[in-house]
């Protein structure tokens, strides 16, 4: 929430202008926005994404649904939180595109054998990376971007208890694979 | 005494929304294991969010300028009938495209033939929307007005080197035909813009 915030007061003098500008198709403030928006547009998408390429398409695709909805954006909350919801769907949608790689149980099966030479610790970068895709999602839109189960399940076209139950299982895998020791 | 599972902690952290979440807080609170799981889980959400932003590694603003510029030629081109321009306009935007991505290729000859072709689609694009234009505003006028200013300049270039028609010099007429294209687009875009601005 702290991007968020931080993302939206860059904008905060001119937001109001900038959209009214994008809306009538002027360029320069498309780049406005873009250059606002273009680093946690990505961020978003790269923790989602498997790949870099993936995440730099779903960059590209925001911006251009950002450009041809924002006469939907009706300024009753923050742009950021509407660019962001425009961001989550597209990623999640890329998800689906390439879901022929992201079948859980195959994914997991697939990483069995890797994963016991998973060194004792990982770091969270590469324990996150390490998840399956709709579990890394899940973690992401709900623990970072502060998403609720009912919106990502809405974004996700799945039930809330799926976004429950894949948030326990990254959690539980994030868990054993940081080598997390008893705190007292 | 039997734990809390991964899912009951997670409904403890947000206590109050989630069914049981009220039977699990007060485990918690005589469970030392259990606390300190949850605290495992605040801990990792927290530097879940404290990881650094990655950034693009490249700008792919021009690729977003360029796909609203083909949605824009394409929604005009829809609204005013001109199918198939619209469609040059496609291929068009294909061919630029590839010429900004692909390695330069071999034979300057072809290349020149390809750069001349996209320079008269552009002809075209551009006699069709001056024909269905009926109204300019004062910054269309100067901006298309600076643009051909240019345009004229560059044809008088060409119009010079080609009279000299070896094949050195065809390789030096290249970048003249690719500014001209270029300066080509950008009064097609002018003159888009300004559809666009007043809901042609």
Redesign the interface.
Known sequence: M??ALAVDSYLAGDAESVVARVR????AA??IL??AY???V??LA??ICRT?ED??DV??ET??EV??SIGQYRGDGPLWGWVRRVASSKALMRLRRNKYRDTDELFDEAHAVRREDTPLRMD??AA?ERLPETSRAV??LH??EGYTHEEIAEMMDRTPSFS??Q???A??K??AW?G?E??? | MMHL???Q??AVRHAGSEPGSAESQAHVQVC??CA?EL???H???A???A?P??????D??A???A???H??RQLYFRRTGIGALALAASLLLAVVGRDLMAPPAANASDQLTTVMAESATLEQALRQIRSSQQVTDAYTTRAAASLEDRIAELDHELESAQMQTSPATRSELLPLWRERVGLMDALVDVHL?RA??VGL
């Open positions: 702290t991007k009538v198709g002027d360029p498309l780049e873009y250059r273009e680093a946690p990505f961020n790269r923790r870099v995440a730099e960059l590209q911006f251009f450009y041809r969270l970068e996150l973690v992401w623990d970072v429950k139950s948030l326990s299982r959690h539980a994030l868990r940081l997390e008893a705190l007292t | 599972t991964m899912e902690l997670l030392p294991e300190a605290d495992r889980l801990q990792r959400v530097r879940l969010r990881l932003t990655l950034r693009p590694p490249r792919r603003f690729a977003v300028a796909r609203v510029r949605d824009r813009t666009h601005n």
